[in-house]
């Protein structure tokens, strides 16, 4: 029965898709590096070049490019569902330019930049749910606020740069866009463990995302504490884009697109959890191998892409909802 | 069967305005409970207080003789299903996953679907005459056939309580005795207790076992809809001048409005 295959079917391909996305990434770049010298480099033997090109400087890329782009496109989906909107993903709604205002100041002020991102998700968060949340998650009202909260905290960020020293606003110029052509195997751990306790946290919470869709009276009536569901799935997909963001820089569209693309793939009624996540990592290193051909950093392929997309998506809504 | 008491229960919105003072009511086990009065008498903000959707601001709503917002949410789930007014599905969602979330309250995540789920979720597809639609999308199905599918999921449920503001909204007539035909089935059938609110008073008199009428937030009258609905009542509670007669097909009371224009012969 392919309508019980497709759930299962739909994420299967979308891995493998990402497995070969990461694997092309590894081999591609300035030089070419044969799979088979890739895979010998990973296990640890093969020449001093191919170590060196792959183990130090594309591995940590590729690595960073699919944890930033599942961890993007998980958060996605839960903010999604939650707020039962599709527009109301991470990146429209502030919490990415809460993260990267914070990210920025630690640039400028020389602290380190991973607790700040969630700092400044979390208050961006924050101001976002006391202005918006008290009347009810849904429609304009939390898009409009979160508008108004990026407004704050893109001119925060300005205003940063120009206090800053010039090396120090060129690296976060060159984070803010989203790049993954800085990133090395410091930028790994914080992501690496943020997204293997939270996307694991949010598939086990997916009965409560089935149950949220339904509004927040049926969710309660089908024993759902909507409250307490709602903060905790949020603050994991807080989590989620903070470090993300930390680590890859605010990429453009991810958050919004991949459970989007991930919803129509699965031919469901929400985003699917999984395939969002898997959708957004594919897309991230499908848009760095096509960043790297044409020297660009990867916030400029997706954003791209991303605009046409976010203006379907409009004229969408606008007509059904 | 769990009973279900309010004592006491004041009950009001963001707005600080009480619509609802002091009410206390126990419903009737087993039966099908109706509730009626006009617009903003609290009909709907006291269903809601039993749902535990509003939180009172004085007195308590019992399940059991445990509050019903001091009990875990699940718990309460598995005694007391709720369908309020106007649900919307998702685009998309099938009417066979729709049906399939009423039996969240009885998953966990280290157990999700068991045959019992899907037991439950076939038998209430088979109930509600959804069986051939369980694939198609909600949102494309016509109101009859979405209101069923809602009650489809609150049949699924499998609780013993079922309260329902308003099921027959935006129905026309023939499907509006439809889903009412349905709802005594399942009380009949299964012995659930339902609670309902109803707009139209004929409906109410025809399909309540318990009606209870009321005002500006109170009770005025409760009991079988013989006793209770009188001309007088409906006079005091909808401000409306009647005659009541006996319903020629069913025998309840048939409430026939007068109204300004009418000429009443002899």
């Excluded at chain 1, 792959?54 to 999604?80: K, S, W, Y």
């Excluded at chain 1, 800085?182 to 149950?211: I, M, N, Y």
């Excluded at chain 2, 409306?240 to 025998?251: E, F, H, K, N, Q």
Aim: charged residues 15%.
């Amino acid at each position: 029965m392919p309508a019980r295959i497709r759930p299962l079917l739909v994420p299967a391909c979308l891995a493998g898709a990402t497995a070969a996305a990461f694997c092309l990434g590894l081999a591609m770049g300035a030089h070419w590096v044969d799979p088979v010298d890739v895979v010998r480099a990973l296990a640890g033997s093969g020449d001093r070049f191919a170590l060196l090109t792959v183990n130090e400087l594309r591995l940590p890329r590729a690595l960073v490019g699919l944890l930033a782009g599942a961890a993007f496109g998980v958060a996605g989906a839960v903010f999604q569902t939650v707020t039962r909107n599709p527009l109301a993903s991470p990146d429209m709604i502030g919490i990415s330019a809460g993260a990267a205002v914070a990210v920025v100041a630690g640039i400028v002020l020389g602290i380190d930049p991973a607790g700040l991102g969630l700092a400044g998700g979390l208050l961006a968060a924050l101001v976002v749910y006391l202005l918006a949340w008290n009347q009810g998650t849904t429609g304009y009202r939390i898009i409009l606020v979160g508008v108004g909260v990026t407004w704050v905290c893109t001119s925060t960020t300005s205003w940063l740069l120009t206090k800053a020293e010039l090396y120090q606003a060129q690296q976060a110029v060159g984070w803010l866009v989203g790049n993954l052509g800085d990133s090395t195997w410091q930028d790994v751990p914080a992501l690496a463990v943020s997204a293997a306790v939270l996307v694991p946290g949010v598939l086990l919470l997916g009965g409560w995302l089935r149950t949220l869709q339904l509004g927040d009276e049926i969710a309660t009536g089908l024993g759902t504490p909507v409250q307490r569901a709602r903060l905790v799935l949020l603050l994991a997909g807080v989590g989620l884009v903070a470090f993300a963001t930390a680590a890859a820089g605010p990429i453009a569209f991810i958050a919004l697109a991949s459970p989007q693309i991930a919803r129509r793939l699965a031919g469901a009624a929400a985003p699917p959890v999984l395939a969002s996540g898997l959708t957004g990592a594919l897309v991230v290193l499908a848009a760095d191998l096509l960043a790297r051909q044409v020297q660009l950093p990867v916030g400029v392929v997706t954003g791209v892409f991303g605009a046409p997309f976010l203006m379907w998506l409009l004229i969408r809504k606008n007509r059904y909802a | 069967m769990p009973e279900l008491r309010a004592t006491g229960v004041r009950l009001a919105y963001h707005n600080n305005m009480v619509v609802v003072d002091d009410l206390d009511l126990t419903v009737p086990d087993g039966r099908i409970s109706v509730i009626v009065g006009a617009n903003a008498s609290g009909k709907s903000t006291l269903l809601r207080a039993l749902a535990r959707l509003l939180i009172p601001r004085a007195g308590s709503v019992h399940l059991d003789g445990r509050s019903i917002h001091e009990m875990p949410t699940r718990q309460v789930a598995t005694q007391v299903g709720i369908l309020p007014q106007g649900p919307v599905a998702p685009e998309g969602l099938t009417v066979g996953d729709l049906v399939g979330r009423g039996r969240a309250p009885h998953q966990r995540w280290w157990h999700q679907w068991s045959a019992t789920d899907e037991h439950e979720v076939a038998e209430a597809l088979r109930l509600t005459g959804l069986t051939d639609l369980a694939r198609r999308p909600v949102d494309e199905l016509s109101g009859g056939q979405r209101q069923r599918a809602w009650i489809a999921m609150a049949i699924a449920q499998g609780t013993p309580i079922l309260l329902l503001d308003e099921p027959t909204t935006y129905l026309d007539l023939a499907h509006q005795i439809d889903v009412l035909d349905l709802i005594v089935d399942l009380n009949r059938r299964e012995g659930r207790t339902v609670v309902m609110v109803l707009h139209d008073l004929n409906q109410a008199c025809r399909y309540a076992d318990h009606m209870i009428a009321m005002r500006s937030g109170r009770i005025v009258a409760e009991g079988g809809p013989a006793e209770v609905i009188t001309a007088e009542l409906v006079e005091e509670v909808f401000g409306l001048r009647c005659r009541v007669i006996a319903d020629p097909v069913a025998g309840t009371p048939l409430v026939l409005p007068v109204g300004r224009h009418v000429v009443e012969p002899g």
